[in-house]
């Protein structure tokens, strides 16, 4: 049971970390002169990925290469096979076509990238600066191409991301008090996730990776399940959609980017055998339905959830 807890409050502290390291780094930002469209792609965009980053970090550091890889590739398929799938159910997702002409392929590049450096059986710290160098293109492929057309709704949708949030602190000091506080929460909250869930692993007679791959990957995807399916039940399904494809970039190029950089991790067997492949999957059907009618049918969202449904099933019937 303290396990389990140990795994809650874990949540709990990086939600809340994320939250004030995006104030106080947006804050400083907004200081430094960075405009609302940067500070939306860069800093919002990494901000929500800040738990799966600080998680799989953790796990690397400890050793658990099942919760670091499995908590990213588990992330990227609940995102598309349960968030974005629920959107879908609650209102159809249209696309935003000239920013998925660009963010689509980006995706699926990123995730055949990091499918064939998985088959070399790790992921070292060549590939994460290869990673990293990767984000920072995108980036500036996003920057550039969203600049250049001011009114365009992925742009706007930027802007409004970055202005939605609190101006923060009048103090320079207040404000990096602020980020370092998120900072120092994310490192706790990875901490007693990663070990919690290690804990747990073991208990249950499971492998590590099955955790990182459930309990682990949708509990950092709670940010993304919120403003996702809030984003559908106001009306603005759209942002659904962006919100998942963004995350699974970030995800996979930031995230295993930095994790390799700093402790290079092992890709356990399992994850080569099943669960790549279902994340390779589950994006060529996401892209695929998009691409035939420009979005996301209600019909379409229950075939992913089911998908979902099958894939814990399946998971739940292996570690048994």
């Known amino acids: 049971m303290a396990d389990w807890f140990s795994i809650l409050a874990g949540l709990v502290i990086l939600t809340l970390g994320a939250e004030l390291l995006i104030r106080g780094a947006t804050a ?23 738990p799966e980053l600080v998680s799989s ?27 974005l799938a629920l959107s879908a159910l609650i209102a159809p997702i249209p696309s935003e076509a000239r920013a998925f002409r660009r963010d689509a392929p980006t995706l699926a590049f ?8 998985a088959l070399t059986g790790s992921y070292g710290r060549l590939a ?46 207040l404000d990096i008090v602020m ?14 996730l990663v070990s919690g869930a ?3 692993a073991a208990a ?41 494809v963004g995350s699974n970039i970030y995800n996979l190029l930031g995230i295993l980017g930095v994790t390799a950089l700093i402790a290079p991790v092992a890709v356990p067997a399992q994850i080569l055998r099943a669960d790549m492949w279902v ?14 009618r420009n979005r996301i049918e209600r019909w379409e969202g229950g075939a992913l959830l089911a998908g979902y449904a099958a894939y814990v099933g399946w998971l739940i019937a292996a570690a048994g």
């Not at 609302?36 to 800093?43: A, H, P, S, V």
């Not at 990182?212 to 559908?232: N, Q």
Request: no cysteine; net charge neutral; glycine share 12%.
């Open 128 to 173: 994460g600066a290869g990673f990293l160098l990767a984000i920072a293109a995108y980036i500036a492929l996003a920057y550039l191409t969203e600049r250049a057309a001011p009114d365009s709704p992925e742009t706007q949708r930027h802007k409004e991301e970055a202005a939605a949030l609190p101006a923060g602190p009048r103090s320079l000091i």
């Open 198 to 200: 290690i804990a747990v």
């Open 110 to 117: 990123a995730t055949v990238l990091a499918a064939l450096v």
């Open 28 to 50: 400083l930002a907004r200081r430094f002169g960075l405009s609302e469209l940067l500070i939306g792609l860069t800093l919002v965009g990494f901000g929500t990925s800040t």
């Open 57 to 83: 970090v953790q796990a690397s550091l400890l050793g658990s290469a099942g919760v670091a890889v499995g908590n990213v590739v588990g992330s990227n398929i609940a995102n598309i096979l349960l968030i």
């Open 279 to 292: 994340m390779l999957a589950a994006t060529a059907a996401m892209i695929f339905f998009t691409l035939t």
């Open 204 to 244: 249950l007679g499971v492998s590590d990776t099955i955790i990182g791959l459930t309990v682990v990957a949708i509990g950092t995807s709670l940010p993304e399940l919120a403003t996702s399916v809030m984003a559908a039940l106001r009306g603005r399904s759209a942002l659904a959609l962006g919100n998942v």
């Open 179 to 192: 980020a370092g506080a998120g900072l120092g929460l994310l490192m706790v909250g990875a901490k007693l």
